[in-house]
């Protein structure tokens, strides 16, 4: 394509320009790079949430502040910024794939797979959040902090399930497990000065591996459905047995009562009797008197037919008892025969 040619240009006369940098240039150049490299490898930020641990030669210096700062040029010094205010997290078990409002997972199992005390299998999730409290221990002090830290929870997860029957691990013991971890995690990583503060152990999901995982949910269901006929059985008994011995204490209350009432009202009696005996031992014809006048003024008001017999009475008008005849079913006699 050498002799082609474009218009009233030929291709193969076509010669870049010869360009001449002065010699000053030239000479200046690398000097000027090698400054704004140095520039730029000097000052450094140290973030809000961090703290700058700095390194001369690969030893520790000094640890800065937030904010911007400068330093020796690179490979004098470098920085190496912590996280000191913000919590982190380690999850075991699983990994998160991709966060959001949907976020997806994925199962570890040589993690999350562990033997309980009673020989029985269980898959346990669980985050570790905790903070970094001294930098200096944290970079230092451990090496591959990273993986040591992971090691040391999971270990002390394994034994501290291995300790304890799958029914506790699957339901009531959760809690008491991640506080029990928490514990244990937080004395290993003072023992090692990790620099490192454990805020809080999570068991994210804890459950039987999924090839027997529906006979666990029967046995789960028996269980609970033993625990709600249990907790009938004693709703029912916490409220016939208080009832039944209210009833119990009503029946003996009431005959209480009624027995100091019948002793009551024979005292009563018996001082009445005495009283009497002793009126009538001073008065006897006055006494007698007043009983039958008493007993008759009790009496009388509760007789509706009266028959008077005593053949001296002057004065005594005969009634005929109309409202006695019309009660008395015929072929009886008058009422003026009653009243008689």
């Known amino acids: 394509m050498e002799g082609s040619n474009f218009g009233n240009i030929r291709v193969g006369d076509f010669r870049p320009p010869n360009i001449k940098l002065p010699p000053g240039l030239v000479t200046a150049l690398p000097l000027v790079i090698l400054l704004l490299v140095v520039m730029w490898t000097t000052v450094y930020t140290v973030g809000p949430e961090e703290v700058g641990v700095v390194l001369t030669f690969g030893a520790f210096s000094q640890i800065t502040e937030p904010g911007l700062h400068f330093k020796l ?38 993690e999350s797979l562990m033997l309980t005390g009673d020989l029985n299998v269980a898959v346990v999730e ?45 339901t009531v013991g959760r809690q008491e497990i991640a506080s029990e971890v928490e ?9 090692y000065e990790t620099g490192i503060r454990i805020e809080q152990i999570v068991l994210q999901d804890v459950n039987p591996p999924e090839p027997v995982r529906p006979s666990f949910n029967e046995v789960n269901q028996a269980q609970q459905e033993r625990e709600r006929l249990i907790n009938e059985a004693l709703s029912d008994f916490n409220r016939e047995v208080p009832a039944a011995r209210g009833e119990a204490l009503r029946v003996v209350e009431q005959a209480r009562g009624y027995a ?13 009797f005495v009283a009497v005996y002793e009126a009538y031992r001073r008065a006897p014809e006055v006494t007698r008197r007043r009983l039958y006048l008493e007993t008759m003024l009790e009496l009388l008001p509760q007789v509706r037919q009266k028959i ?7 004065g005594l008008l005969p009634l005929l008892n109309l409202q006695g005849a019309m ?14």
């Open 73 to 110: 040029p690179y490979p004098v010094q470098t920085v190496v910024n912590v996280p000191v205010q913000r919590q982190l997290k380690q999850e075991f078990g699983y990994r998160t794939l991709r966060a959001g409002v949907r976020s997806e997972f994925g199962n570890v199992l040589e």
């Open 126 to 170: 669980w985050t570790t959040q905790y903070r970094v409290v001294d930098p200096y221990l944290y970079m230092f002090k451990v090496r591959n902090l990273t993986e040591t830290f992971r090691d040391m929870n999971e270990a002390i997860m394994r034994t501290v399930v291995g300790d304890r029957s799958v029914s506790e691990v699957l």
């Open 183 to 191: 514990v244990r995690l937080q004395e290993l990583c003072d023992q």
């Open 260 to 272: 100091a009432d019948r002793v009551n009202r024979a005292e009563g009696d018996a001082s009445r």
């Open 308 to 314: 008077i017999i005593d053949e001296s009475i002057d």
């Open 327 to 340: 009660a008395r079913p015929p072929g009886s006699g008058t009422g003026q025969e009653d009243g008689q």
